[in-house]
Every structure is written in C-alpha cells, then in structure tokens.
C-alpha cells in the first residue's frame, strides 16, 4: 500500500479516485505544527532554535497517518507545488521521524500544477526528493515574523494603548495606506482651465482640438492658470482662422497582457468582479481543488499561488486551436506567445494560472459551478486566450492646427485612434485603473493646408469652450491598485496579500468605503510610531532587500540562520533603546508627524492646536486604555476631548470643536445638540449635571443627523409593546453592540438601527422566540451551547460556544470571550478558542469579584495577538489550522473588574465626573 499525504480533504478525496486501490490518501488539513505563541519560540541564543508544538486535532490526524504509514510501503508526500505545500510536507515528516514509524521506507516528493488525472499520474511518475532550501525559507519567513509580532507588538502595548499589533508584511503594506492618505490631506488643488475648439472639414465633418500653444508659447494640460488668461485666449480662437498645418497617422500595435499571476487575478477580479483579494483566492482554490462534472470531480484552473507568467506548451497549442475555432485563423499569431513578468523579486517557479481545459469553454463550466465560480472561471479563461491570440492593429491619427488673428496665433491638436484589426480585443480587454488613452474615437479625414470653421457641436455648445478645473490629489489604494504597487516594491509575496489586507481590516486600522482603502486613526497612530522609532523596518528598500534574501535561500544561495542573524543585531537594538522611552516622548513626536492630519490650518488663522474650550490651553496627542484622542494641556480643569481626525464627519458639520445645537425639545425646551468626544459623536439634551446621552449608531453619518433623529435617539428605549404570552413589556434599543428587542432579560439582535424605530410586536416575538431557541435565555439562565468543542487540554473542563444577547461567544468556567466580527459560530475551532479565553483571562476577564487590587502579572499568553498579526498569516493554507495547545494565563490574584468597551455617551459622563 502506498500512503499519500495532501492538505485538503477535498484534494484527497479527487485523487485517491485517481490513483486507485494501491493508494490511500489522507489529508493533514493544511499545517499540522506551528510556533507556540509564548516567548522563546524562536530562541536568538541558540542560532534560531524552534520549538514546535502539534495542536488537538492535528495530533489525532498525525496519530491516523502514523497508523497508516508503519504499516505502508511507501510514503508519497503530494502537498501544494510551492513553499507552504513543502513545508507541511517537511513537518509532516518531522512527525513520522520522531514517531519512528518510516524505517527504511522510502519516502517520495511529487509536485502537480492541476487535479487532473492526468497531471497526478504524471506527477507520480516522476517523484523528486524534498526540495530543502525550500524548506528553509519557511523556516526563515516564520521565524521572522514570530520574531516580529512577539517583539514589536508588545512595545507598541506598553507606548500605545489601544493598538493591537505590527508585523513584517503588514506594517509595510499600511504605511502606504498612510502615506497616501497623508498626500491627500496636504494636497493644494491648483487651478488650470482647458479651452477646446468645436471645428468643421470642408466636407462638413466635425470634431474638436485642443489649445497647444498660444502666442509662441508651448502650453500644457496645466498651463493656464486662471480666467483672465483662458478669456483671452479664447476671444482670440473665436475670431481667428484656421488652416491645418499637419496630418500625421501612423499604425500601431497593442499586445495581449500575460495569463494571471495571483496578484494580476486579484487585481482584475477586483476590478471587473468587485472581489476582494481574499474572495478572489476562494473561489480560486475552490476551483483548482475541483467541481464535480459529469460524476468525476475536476479541477478547472491550474495552482492559484504563483509569480509565473508561463504556461505549459500544450496549454498553449490547445489555446490555438480553440482561438481558430471560435475566431478564425487570422487571430492566431504565427508562433505562440512567450513571456516573462516585470514584477520585483519574481520567482517564476510555476505555470500561470490558466484552466485545466482550454477546450472546456466558460458556458460549457457555467452549469457546474455556483455564480462567483463561473464568473471567476472565465476570467480565467479569456485571460489565458487571449494570452495566446494576435495583437490588435490600430491607427493613431494627429491633426496639428494653426490659428491667427491679425497679430496673434495659437496652435491647436487633435488626437484619434482607430482599431484596424481587434485581435485579442474581440474577447478580452484588461481592466485599467486610470482612463484608456485608446479609447478615443476617429477623426475625420482632412488634408494638409485644408481650410477649417469653427463651428458648435450641440445647441448648448460655443465654437470655443474655455472650462475651468482644479488639480486632484493622488486616488486611494483600492485592493487591486495596494496589490499591484506592493508587487512594483517586491513587498511580500503572492500568497501573502489576501491575508495581508484582511488583517489590516481585521485589527481596524483600514476600512474599505467604496471600494478605496482608508486607514483609521488607530492604524495612522500605528504607522506614525513605527516611522518615528523603526522607520528601518517599514521602510520599502529594506522590506524588499528582506525579500531578496529569502528568495536566495528558496534558491540555496544563502543560509537561512544568516538571514535572521543579520535581521536580529539590528531590530533587537532598536526595540531595546525604545524599551526606555517615555510615553510622553512618544505622544510628542506622533503629535509632530501626524499634525497635518490631527492638527489641520484652521481657516481663520487661528493657532491649530488651541483649545476652543479655555484660554490658554494646547491640544495634544493623548492615550487612555481605550486608545488615542486629542485633549486640552489644562486637564482636569479643562475636559475638553476630541476624536484624532478631523476630517471626518465631525469636521464636516463643526461637532469635533465643540457643540452644535440642532434645534429644541418640543416637550422640555431644552437645547439639543451634537458633540464629539473621545470614542466619538453623541447626541446631548441639555446641560443639566447629568443630562441625556445617546451615541450615534454605527452607519449614522453627522452629516445627515438633524433634530428629529436626534431626538429618536434620545427618546430610546422604546416601548414596542406588550408580549402576548406574560403581556410583559418588549422594548427596543441601541447598545455597545447594535440594535436589539428586550424581554425579560432576553435580548435579540436587530438588522440595523433604523429597525429599532419601526420594529413592531410581531417582528419582535419573532427575534425573541428564534434568540431563546438557540439558547440565547434571559440572565441565569441555563443556556445551550451552539457548539461543544472539548475540554481544556491543561485546565480541563468544557469549552463550548454559545449565542449571548451581545453575539456569539466561546466560554470556559466563568470566561467568556466574545468572538470577532463576523466570525461562524459553527466554525470556530478548539485552538481558536483557546486563544480568546486566554487573552481575555489574561486581561481580567473573569466574572469574579476582584480579590486583591493588585495588576496581575502578565503573561506569555497575553502576547498571542502579536504571534498571531506577526506570523503574517497569509503565509498560511486555507486548510490550515492554529495551534492549540497555548499555554493559558496562569491563575492569579484578580485584578479589578474590567471595564466594559465605552461608548461616545458613556464617555462624555466620564469627562463630566473628572
């Protein structure tokens, strides 16, 4: 019996159909070994020493593929045809090793770019030994991001309350976030006019030309810089004459972009599908993992992680004879198409990612595959067609014209293209970020000397149109735009930008807001600190030098200790010298960098940084444990706080310097207003010692909010009736975590906080009766767990998930720990949990009462966000699973109940008690 291990179970059950009953393959479902997430991991001391640790459930696979191993013939390791697929590979047969159970066995490596049966029985005759400096990189890219995470992150704990984590790839990729939206903030628009001649051919066809030069002066697209000068220029066009001076056309050709790369797939799937990065790599690997056609389970695209730009020689010969199928002979170039890519630090190791089939077209998948996976699949494939068809021929015509008027003269262009031959462009057009140049349409046929007329276009349009434009500042990233511009830098590598992104949105230092990328104040506040005190290690130079090095030690050039070696000297010392500073040197040198942002010129001159509230007081940075906010020098005697950004919508509408009344409270009288405080906007009645507070809901805007919104927050909770079974009241309304009905100690969430106005009784039994059915009871009450996902492995007891009134949360004992956002219920896993209850043990977050007030000790386990950020888990399979068997924070002296998250309301009480 031969025994083959892959990562997924779908890939083995495809190809255990392939193979037959000589083989038996078993899925180690994705990695099986990781870093324990404490410190000494990875041990400096003793030339990067690791320590590896198996988590639960991969303990029980390891144990079922050790059974079936001592008893085999042979052992086939098959995982993915890159660096991740040869790592787990390498572990794998660590675990063996130690185990002894392979003996004198022999142990095989094959590789495949697709699951098809073909390209398995290819790949098993032809076996090749593990590629072990390949191996190395691995070890090399793991432990310096360990080493990140576990020694970046808890600095920037102890400087910046409130941040969560840095690392290697991560820290990077948002400081050009940052540095974008700096450029835009600190951008000048400039004013230009353009000025365009509506003219008329002899032969009565018209079109329009563009001014190029004025009184022999060569002007530009920004050349004329207010109305007087774009006045004069065009009273002189509106009289002149006009000749042609030259006709200038000459042919061109424009070539088909290469098939996919992970990175171009997510760019343009980004652009032409809306996906994200890790949408797109979803659906992809769901693609090449396989769909059932016909009863046989296939693989549809090629491996979805590569650099290359190639494609296998008979993928090429079938894309020709598909193209002179469905579009003739002529669209097939004489020799097929070969290319190479332009991107930094580029391995290409692998085929493009292209279909399996070049004969299985887009409407013969579509019926197998859900609407994400047909439209994905044939951008595939026209990608990859076109790939391999002819170019496409056009013309580009230029019309150079003079026109006088007694003294004066000026010089006008227009420009046209017309597509001769479409080429590649009759099935596939790449998207572009910026506008098609090619786009532009015919002109009309005229000859040198001909005589000109002016002559309007439209009944609204002038013979000559002068119009006035500002200068825009450089765009947001998109997903697709950050992707390309990493991959320019040589930043990261292609499996690691989808998770890359995700982190970033994960720990909120970006949001996406139609569609661009913009980073919030927590990841601007991360990205000032990392510039000012490691500006080495988010600089691109040196990130993409880091790269380099890798990829010599991928290609056995260089040895992977040598790489940490060099890396650890230098980061150690600076994280030692920051170690001493002071957190008031910090906020001073963040108030610097970041004052264009936090600090804005004001537009009656005013000093930026005085306090609207006092006299004489500055604003400065400041931290809390909740995070950053801006505050008066003269606290506590002044209590005036802000949120940092000021561009936001508080500076829209005033609300972020101070309070702006909204109008008056039919019933009391009293002055209703909008304000801004450190965890952001709420609404006020009054200005009694203690008046009513409401914050405004997530997806509310300031800008919108007038005084009848206003003043349904501020009359919430609302009554929405009796329950028909006690006739006890439901109410309705907005906490730290949503909208919700109440009954009874029961709380269900609402779908948005404008249902909280309008939600009726029936809706609410309906929300209540479906929260109690899941076990989400009133307060005391035994509720049932969603999931029950074993005990303890050091502690012992249960550990199970269950559905709270704030959301779904894991529990151990008398630890709850709310899971993330978005986060399955039904999905979480038993490592996943430990880290939660962990790190929410480590912060307090016991339901006892506080034994003794002094702060518990930290440890290890407190630092598991940072292995978790550092360990930029885009190096990670899909299928791959978190260690398990972290070590919980030991038990301590309780330290005060925790305070739970605030909100805009509960914070301005705060301000008013200080």
Known sequence: MNIVIVESPAKAKTINKYLGSDYQVLASYGHVRDLPPKDGSVNPDDDFAMTWQVDTKSQKRLNEIASAVK??????????????GEAISWHVLEVLHKKKVLKDKPVERVVFNAITKKAILE?????????????????????????????????????LPGARSAGRVQSVALRLICDREMEIEVFNPQEYWSILANLKTPSDATFQAGITGFEGKKLGRHSITNEEQATEIRTMLESASYNVSMVTSKPAKRNPAPPFTTSTLQQEASRKLGFSASRTMQVA???????????????????????????????????????????????????????????????????????????????????????DQARLYELVWKRTMASQMESAVLERTTIDIDAKTGTKAATLRATGSVVRFDGFLALYQEGRDDDDEEASGRLPAVDDGAVLNLAPTGTDAKPVEAAQHFTAPPPRFTEASLVKRMEELGIGRPSTYASTLQTLRDREYVELEKKQLVPQDKGRIVTAFLQSFFNRYVEFDFTASLEEQLDKVSAGEMSWQEVLRGFWRDFSGAVTEIKDLRVSEVLDALNDLLAPHIFPEKEDGTAPRACPSCDDGQLSLKVSRFGAFIGCSNYPDCSYTRQLSKSGDGDADGAADGPKVLGQDPESGLDVSLRTGRFGP?????????????????????????????????????????????????????????????????????????????????RAVDALAEKRAKGGGGRGAAAKPLKEL??????????????????????????????????????????????????????????KKAAAKKPATKKATTK????????????????????AAKKPAAKKAAPKKSTPTKTAADDAAADDAS
């Not at 098993?124 to 970046?152: H, I, K, S, W």
């Not at 491996?303 to 598909?322: K, L, P």
């Not at 940072?866 to 399979?877: H, L, P, R, S, T």
Request: hydrophobic residues 35%; negative net charge.
């Open 864 to 883: 598991k966000a940072a292995a978790k950020d550092g360990a930029e888990a885009a190096e990670k399979k899909p299928a791959a699973k978190k260690t």
């Open 790 to 847: 074993g005990d303890h492995p050091e502690e012992g007891g249960p550990i199970n998930v269950y559905d709270g009134r704030y959301g779904p949360y894991v529990k151990h004992g008398k630890i709850n720990a709310t899971l993330p956002k978005e986060t399955d219920p039904q999905a979480v896993t038993l490592e996943q949990a430990l880290e939660l209850i962990a790190a929410k043990a480590s912060k307090g977050g016991t339901k």
């Open 71 to 84: 008893d085999a013939d042979r052992l086939i390791l098959a995982t993915d045809p890159d660096r991740e």
């Open 682 to 762: 709420y609404v006020q009645l009054g200005e009694e010692a203690k008046p009513k507070r409401s914050s405004l809901p997530k997806g509310w805007s300031t800008a919108d909010l007038d005084l009848e919104k206003a003043l349904q927050l501020l009359s919430l909770p609302r009554e929405v009736g009796p329950h028909p079974e006690d006739n006890k009241m439901i109410t309705a309304g907005i906490g730290r975590y949503g909208p919700f009905v109440l009954h009874e100690g029961t709380y269900a969430n609402l779908t948005s906080p404008d249902e909280v106005f309008s939600v009726g009784i029936n």
């Open 285 to 371: 690997q769901r693609l090449y993992e396989g769909i059932s056609i016909g009863g046989e389970t296939t693989g549809l695209i090629t491996y979805m992680r590569t650099d290359g730009v190639q494609i296998a020689g008979e993928a090429m010969s079938d894309a020709r004879n598909v193209i002179g199928q469905d579009y003739g002979d002529n669209y097939v170039p004489e020799k097929p198409r070969f290319y190479s890519t332009k991107a930094k630090n580029a391995q290409e190791a692998h085929e493009a990612i292209r279909p399996t089939d070049m004969f299985r077209r887009p409407k013969d998948a579509a019926r197998f595959l859900d609407s």
């Open 123 to 159: 790949a098993m005759q032809n076996p090749r030994q593990l590629d072990t400096p390949l191996v190395d990189a691995y070890l090399a890219r793991r432990a310096l991001d360990y080493l990140v995470g576990f020694t970046l992150s808890p600095v920037l704990w102890r400087k």
